[in-house]
């Protein structure tokens, strides 16, 4: 699954490497480096319109369009089973119309606790040389009773590979640069993509302390017996 995730890379990388066809000056306001992205957070997608590829503001966790409220909401949104897209009541009609791309360029992972130990280990995976890509992500459009819309998402995942599996039995679905125009574009919806990313893949255990939202700093990522 993925529950928390960062994004390092600066505002002129990310305009780059998802082909925004917006202007690279000035740059959004708020855009910086996270840490700690976390749910019910406004965060980062891009998605397409026409010809156009932009950054959008997003919440990440999907609001089902049957709410009144965002307090009706008694399941985690966050992510999106690859293997019951096509037949979900949430996730169907987003995966068949409303795709995006969630930057990122690692997630952290909280796996079963070892003998002797209570508190559940999490690690922090990302490619090499901490590459950027991107989740496969669904947006969805809500609005509230006063009329005000709001943007929300969430990330598909699927199998993992058998690399991280020991960690957890799912992994979200990855993307390539050379995916991202399949990923926004096709007519029908792109099943080919809903796989398992190879990799490679390198993942360390990392300070729990990632488990609080307050915290967003580079530290979260270092290795745990470097910050021991």
């Given at each position: 699954?993925?529950?928390?995730?960062?994004?390092?890379?600066?505002?002129?990388?990310?305009?780059?490497?998802?082909?925004?066809?917006?202007?690279?000056?000035?740059?959004?306001?708020?855009?910086?480096?996270?840490?700690?992205?976390?749910?019910?957070?406004?965060?980062?997608?891009?998605?397409?319109?026409g010809d156009r590829r932009s950054l959008i503001a997003s919440r990440w966790g999907m609001i089902p369009p049957w709410v009144a409220s965002l307090s009706e909401i008694k399941i985690s949104t966050i992510?999106?089973?690859a293997e019951t897209l096509d037949g979900s009541r949430l996730y169907g009609e987003p995966w068949r119309r409303r795709r995006c791309l969630v930057p990122a360029d690692g997630w952290y992972e909280w796996s079963a606790p070892p003998a002797g130990e209570k508190q559940k280990p999490v690690h922090f995976i990302e490619?090499?040389?901490?590459?950027?890509?991107?989740?496969?992500?669904?947006?969805?459009?809500?609005?509230?009773?006063?009329?005000?819309?709001?943007?929300?998402?969430?990330?598909?995942?699927?199998?993992?590979?058998?690399?991280l599996a020991p960690l957890h039995p799912r992994m979200p679905v990855v993307l390539d640069a050379a995916d991202f125009d399949a990923w926004l574009r096709?007519?029908?919806?792109?099943?080919?993509?809903?796989?398992?990313?190879?990799?490679?893949?390198?993942?360390?255990?990392?300070?729990?302390r990632v488990g609080k939202v307050s915290e967003d700093d580079a530290g979260l990522t270092t290795a745990l017996a470097a910050a021991s």
């Open positions: 699954m993925c529950g928390r995730y960062t994004i390092r890379i600066d505002w002129r990388r990310v305009h780059d490497l998802y082909g925004l066809t917006v202007p690279v000056e000035p740059a959004p306001e708020g855009i910086g480096a996270r840490y700690n992205a976390a749910p019910g957070q406004k965060l980062p997608i891009i998605g397409e319109n992510n999106a089973r490619r090499p040389e901490s590459r950027p890509f991107a989740f496969a992500g669904l947006w969805s459009l809500w609005r509230d009773g006063d009329g005000n819309a709001i943007v929300s998402h969430a990330i598909v995942t699927t199998e993992a590979v058998p690399e096709a007519e029908t919806p792109p099943h080919a993509l809903l796989r398992p990313h190879p990799g490679p893949w390198r993942f360390h255990r990392v300070d729990n």
